[in-house]
């Protein structure tokens, strides 16, 4: 089955961390870029970070830049967000997704998503 799948969202308290991971099954992730996005309750869904298929190109949005991280291991299949400096506004579940494209990030456009981590930060 073609599939992403999200892990290591929790429960962590202010100004802590969380590593999230998004692995694909039955697919190359190498093919792709992935982006992350996140989405809390009553929420529209926000963009979070994306990285190119092998990794040369990354980009944040404005409320996360200095604080989190993208990396990929393709050898792995995976892809990381590395969360540091949480904030409760961070709490969402988060996602992944492939993309063609950084344009079709910026355009909320992709192929496959997973089920989302949850990841909740309060005191």
């Known amino acids: 089955q073609v599939q992403l799948v999200e892990s290591g969202g929790g429960l962590v308290q202010p100004g802590g961390s969380l590593r999230l991971s998004c692995a694909a099954s039955?697919?190359?992730?190498?093919?792709?870029?992935i982006g992350w996005f996140r989405q809390a309750p009553g929420k529209e869904r926000e963009e979070v970070s994306y990285?190119?298929?092998?990794?040369?190109?990354?980009y944040y949005e404005n409320f996360v830049k200095g604080r989190f991280t993208i990396s990929r291991d393709n050898a792995k299949n995976t892809v990381y967000l590395q969360m540091n400096s949480l904030k409760p506004e961070d709490t969402a579940v988060h996602y992944c997704?492939?993309?063609?494209?950084?344009?079709?990030?910026?355009?909320?456009?992709?192929?496959?998503w997973g089920q989302g981590t949850q990841v909740t930060v309060s005191s």
């Open positions: 997704a492939t993309f063609d494209a950084f344009a079709d990030y910026l355009r909320g456009t992709f192929k496959t």
């Open positions: 039955g697919f190359t992730l190498g093919d792709y870029g």
């Open positions: 990285i190119n298929s092998d990794g040369s190109f990354t």
